[in-house]
């Protein structure tokens, strides 16, 4: 009977208290794998809830149970840091890279972001830019480059990275804007055709996380976060790792 209560003890222990990630679309597919090996270290069950970083944050607000939120930039956790809705200060894990793709058969490589102004191209999918940083930073680029004025009537918004990328893998748009992680990702490598966008033409996009309540599991999945084990998952999905954000950015 000891024995039974002891392994009944450990099994709630280790599963009895879930830890709640919310996490910006861009970053689903690396989270997946960083969500296992995280796993194998501390045997307790993981809850992930994917959308875009301002419906997350609304979300937040209205007092949904996260404890650590993965966003794409570093606006909304500070947002949510400054109104008193986080148990710790923010900090920018890794910089994000905006690309255009397209499943179809356009001269993307040698035109690049131009090749939106052409006739043939009818429809350009973009993440919200209300919601999705991401979306923000591509309407920037298209007003640095000049092409927004040409382009702003063929843009479909998507609610988020995701969704933008959906109409793209679907052929519903000739083209759109993404996240480099998504073109990288094992589901969507080698299909069709991308370019990275100017880094010139949009500011830098630092992703930011932050722990909401106090979970212990919080902190450790934080510093896990920074692991050499998490940042070489997160190079291999075409993101600047922290250790070279900071080095750019030497504020972090």
Sequence with gaps: MVYIFFVLLMFVFSYGQPLKIAASANIQYPLKEIVEEFKKIYRINIITVVSSSGKLTAQIERGAPYDIFLSANMKYPDYLYNKGLTAKKPVVYAEGILVLWSMKNIPLKEKGINILKERYIKKISIPNPKNAPYGLEAIRALKNSGLYRQVRNKLVYGESVMQSTQYIYKKLVDAGFTSK??????????????????????????????????????????????SKKV?????????????QVKRKNNQY
């Design 181 to 226: 992680s998504v073109v990288l990702s094992p589901r969507l490598k080698n299909k069709g055709v991308w370019v990275e966008v100017d880094k010139r033409l949009y500011n830098p996009i630092k992703q930011g996380v932050v722990i909401i309540r106090k979970n212990p599991y919080a902190e450790k999945f934080l510093k896990f976060l920074f």
């Design 231 to 243: 940042q070489k998952i997160l190079k291999k999905y075409g993101y600047r790792i922290y250790e």
